[in-house]
Each structure stands twice: as C-alpha cells, then as structure tokens.
C-alpha cells in the first residue's frame, strides 16, 4: 500500500523569503511522487515530478523538490516566495504496480495552505 | 498536455435529486479519471473510465451512485444520484496523458 504524509497542513512566509513544504512517502514499489499546486477555485496544476531519474527535479515558477529514498521525503522549495505562490499544495504518490494501469493510482497527501505575507 | 473542460462549474442541488458532470478533453486519451475532494480534505479517486468498458470503481464508491459513462475518447460523465448533504463536495475530472494526471478545474456540488 502506498501513503502520503505532508507534515505542516498550514504554512506562512514572507515575501521574499524560503519556502519549504514538507512531505513523506510510503511505498512498497519504486513510485513516481509529483507536485501540484491549486489556487482558489482553479484546477490543480502539476509544478513538478520525479520518476526516478534525476533526484533533485526543477518544476515551474522556480520550485524544487528532492527525492530523498533513504528518508522516504520528497520536499518542495523554492528559495524565494512570491504573492502569487498562495494557494493549496498537494504531494502524490503513484505506484504502477498498485494501480494496474500506465498510470497508477493516485494518493494525495492532506494538503499543505501555503500564506505569502507582504 | 490536456486541456480539460468541465460543465457545470457549480451547482446548487435539492436533497434527492440527481446531477450529471461533463469532461470534455481536447484530445483523445484512454485512461479518465473522476475524483472528490470534500470540504477540507484531500482528493479521493471515485473511479476510473476506460472508454468501451465498464467504468472500475474505488472501495466505498458504487455505480448505482455515481454512474459514468465513456462514450468516446474525449469525453465522460459522473452522474451523483439521490444526492444527500453528504455529496456536497468537489467533483474533478481528470485524464492520463504522458505519464501525467491533468485536472479540470473542478464542479462544485452543494447539496441542500
């Protein structure tokens, strides 16, 4: 069975400042972890995957994320935060294997609300 | 990419009643997906829709309930039946195209 945990539900940071939204992962197989973000009454947009290439993966508006196998984590950052990077952040996991199709089968983490101050 | 198109945006419904969701994709793709994402919870896949077969449903969702349809390779429909409070809730569609999951942007279900 694969599980997500994001461990801080509520986020706030200055303009300007590091952003880091934390996220743990459970397994059995090899999985692909992604990103995405959701604005207010938007859809959810992917910011970034891993499928086990590179383990530090760039998406965009400046995020990063690294796949850290040994401490079953998969971290967003992004170094310096914007106004417009307010929104609510989801980390997934999808396994293959668990699925039966191409595609897996998704599993979102809780969510994290990340709040930009001016 | 994919570009999702999902009708109605928004909808007020009477206990009992019955709602039927649109997905439109502007391009063929096999494998749609239907989630929920209820009032401050994460998202929950309802079932998957393969077009030309049965839809596969999750553990705790059932087709009397929440009947899709797959007409083609551009577009689905959820239908939420004898809905009750309890369905008031998120409905998004989703599709698998390159090794990646794009979303609509959602329906949103109150439930009187």
């Known amino acids: 069975a694969q599980s997500v945990t994001q461990l801080d539900s509520h986020v706030s940071v200055s303009e300007g400042t590091p952003v880091l939204l934390r996220c743990n992962y459970s397994?059995?197989?090899?999985?692909?972890l992604f990103w995405y973000v959701q604005h207010p009454n938007k859809g959810l947009q992917l910011l970034l995957k891993y499928t086990s290439a590179a383990t530090l993966v760039k998406g965009i508006n400046g995020f990063e994320a690294e796949f850290k196998k040994s401490e079953t984590s998969f971290h967003l950052t992004k170094p310096s935060a914007h106004m417009s990077d307010a929104a609510e952040y989801f980390c997934?996991?999808?396994?293959?294997?668990?699925?039966?199709?191409?595609?897996?089968?998704?599993?979102f983490g809780q969510g994290t609300i990340l709040t930009v101050h001016p | 990419s994919a570009v999702i198109s999902q009708k109605p945006s928004r909808d007020i419904c009477q206990r009992g009643t019955s709602l039927t969701i649109q997905c439109q994709v502007d391009?063929?793709?096999?494998?749609m997906f239907w989630y929920r994402q209820q009032p401050g919870q994460s998202l929950t896949l309802i079932a998957t829709a393969n077009q030309g077969s049965e839809a596969t449903y999750e553990s705790g969702f059932v087709i009397d309930k929440f009947p899709i349809s797959r007409p083609n390779l551009t577009f689905s429909t959820l239908t939420v039946s004898n809905m009750s409070p309890e369905d008031s809730s998120i409905y998004l569609c989703s599709v698998g195209a390159g090794g990646i999951q794009y979303f609509g942007a959602g329906t949103r279900l109150s439930v009187l």
């Open positions: 391009s063929q793709v096999t494998m």
């Open positions: 397994s059995s197989y090899s999985p692909s």
């Open positions: 997934v996991v999808s396994d293959p294997n668990a699925g039966g199709t191409s595609y897996g089968k998704l599993t």
